[in-house]
């Protein structure tokens, strides 16, 4: 029996387009094991919008693993714990990836390393600010061309909380992509580009009194935030009400907030949302430093 446990990854982080992302502590676990012959998955929260045939994303992406070790793909069984809501901008498609990946390696008896694996991951996603830090943990800032991705790894102080607020409404990361300009203009540039660094060196730092300018972005907040209501005055809120700084988390429609102050924050956002519509729902969460972990009959491999 494989069992792979992946986090949630947060991508962008406000300025860091495609490119920064942050593993953090709410997990996707998946059981697998060969059988005979045929497909059989099942949900254990029964959430009825997963596949459970060959369109399912952690099927998909070990099928896609066997074709480029040119084996036939066995029958199997996967059995999935999903904590991490889909399509909301915390990754869950890239810990499909992630999943089917570590699976697959497993299952084939292949021994790629995970530097492969992190490759394979973000060429399959097309950018890798999900998968980096979902395989690797922490926050990773990644680039990549045809051929190659780069990245660092940082790990972020574990006593650094993000309160992560989730509406009731679902946001497909291509639907979110599509209403992004094809060109920006060179001012728009520097603004993201000075901020992405000063994002990325706050955050070895851990100089977080630097994350309410760090954390801006006018790249794809100000176009996604017209299919998401409220969101401009949410994360205005959550500075008033003493964010450090504010985000519209991967494609969205999740925000996240870095705070200091966890149980006052937490009291004073979830009154001010309920008076909003959409059901949004707090979360703190911390970093995951570790990434996607894998036990072989239940002895933990990496
Ligand atoms: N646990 C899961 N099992 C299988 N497929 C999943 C799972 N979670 C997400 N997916 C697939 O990924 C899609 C969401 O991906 P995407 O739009 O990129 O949103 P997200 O921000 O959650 O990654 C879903 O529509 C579904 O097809
Ligand atoms: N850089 C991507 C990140 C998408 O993240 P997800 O968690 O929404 O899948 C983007 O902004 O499109």
């Known amino acids: 029996m494989i069992k792979v446990k992946v986090p949630a990854t947060t991508a962008n982080m406000g300025p860091g387009f495609d490119s920064i992302g942050m593993a953090l502590s709410l997990y996707n676990i998946v059981y697998a094991e060969e059988i005979e012959r045929g497909l059989e998955i099942i949900i254990q929260d029964g959430n009825p919008h997963i596949p459970k045939d060959e369109r399912n994303l952690i099927y998909k992406t070990i099928e896609h693993f066997y074709k480029v070790i040119n084996k036939p793909i066995p029958g199997m069984r996967i059995v999935q714990q999903d904590s991490i809501p889909h399509t909301r901008g915390l990754g869950s498609s890239a810990a499909c990836i992630v999943a089917g990946l570590h699976i697959a390696n497993a299952m084939s008896q292949s021994f790629f390393s995970k530097e492969e694996l992190v490759q394979m991951a973000a060429q399959l996603e097309g950018h890798p600010d999900n998968t980096t830090p979902a395989l690797l ?88 935030s017209k299919l998401i209501p409220h969101m401009d005055e949410i994360l205005k809120t959550a500075k008033i009400h003493g964010a450090k700084g504010a985000y519209l988390s991967g494609a969205g429609p999740t925000l996240i907030a870095v705070v200091k102050n966890v149980v006052a924050f937490r009291r004073e956002m979830v009154e001010y949302l309920a008076g909003l519509e959409n059901n949004w729902q707090v979360q703190m969460l911390q970093v995951d430093n570790e990434g996607a972990k894998v036990w072989i009959n239940e002895e933990l491999r990496y």
């Open 137 to 224: 943990g922490g926050m990773t800032i990644g680039a990549m061309n045809e051929e190659d991705m780069k990245y660092v790894k940082v790990r972020v102080p574990e006593n650094i909380h993000f309160a992560v607020m989730i509406p009731d409404f679902t946001l497909s990361t291509e639907l979110a992509r599509s209403v992004l300009p094809k060109e920006v203009s060179l001012k728009d540039a520097v603004f993201n580009a000075s901020r992405a660094g000063l994002l990325a060196a706050s955050m070895i730092t851990g100089d977080v009194e630097n994350l309410s300018l760090a954390m801006e972005d006018c790249l794809h907040e100000p176009y996604r």
